[in-house]
């Protein structure tokens, strides 16, 4: 699909505004693309799984690490405050049958690593990953290539 941009240009406010937020974030760089790696890989999304696993070595971050988000419940990796980010994104996008996806505890347990502005900053990394989620997955942008540059069409190439 082409670049979205040019036939909805108010998605480039919001995504810029989304990207400013995580960029102004007191939650570490690290946390944000460790959860945004977890969410591509339960979404199924290769262009966000590409996309931060490359954030993530490019923070200089272990390919044990990198591995390890997709098994971190066991995973010696990581740490308490990060193991309750990865918690909650995995909670918010994993479908629960008794139908409260977060529950209180989860909530209690992370806010033990975070006060409020980092919990709120928490939830906008993972609803940065589900605003983009439709065009991951629909328009499916080619991994590796700067956004605006990543999809498989020019515009105007489609009737």
């Known amino acids: 699909m082409p670049n979205p941009v040019p ?7 919001v995504g ?11 939650i570490p760089a ?7 790696l977890r969410a591509g890989q339960l979404l ?3 262009y966000f799984t590409i996309r931060e696993t490359a954030n993530l070595r490019k923070l200089g971050e272990m390919e044990d ?5 997709a098994t971190w419940q066991d995973a010696g990796h990581f740490t308490e405050p990060e193991r309750a980010a990865l918690a909650l994104v995995e909670a918010v996008l994993t479908p629960n049958p008794s139908g409260e996806r977060v529950p209180d505890e ?4 992370a806010s033990a690593y975070y006060d409020d502005t980092e919990m709120w900053s928490l ?4 609803a940065h990953i589900g605003f983009f989620t439709p065009a ?12 605006g540059k990543n999809y498989s069409e020019p515009e105007g190439d489609r009737a």
Do not use: D, F, W
């Open 44 to 46: 199924g999304s290769t």
């Open 136 to 147: 991951a997955l629909i328009a499916k942008p080619i991994p590796g290539r700067p956004p």
């Open 123 to 126: 939830i906008m990394a993972i």
């Open 106 to 109: 989860l909530y209690t347990r």
């Open 65 to 69: 690490r990198i591995t390890a988000v």
């Open 7 to 13: 036939h909805l240009p108010e998605l480039a406010e």
């Open 16 to 26: 810029m505004g989304l990207h400013k937020a995580l960029a102004n974030s007191p």
């Open 30 to 36: 690290t946390t944000i693309s460790l959860l945004q």
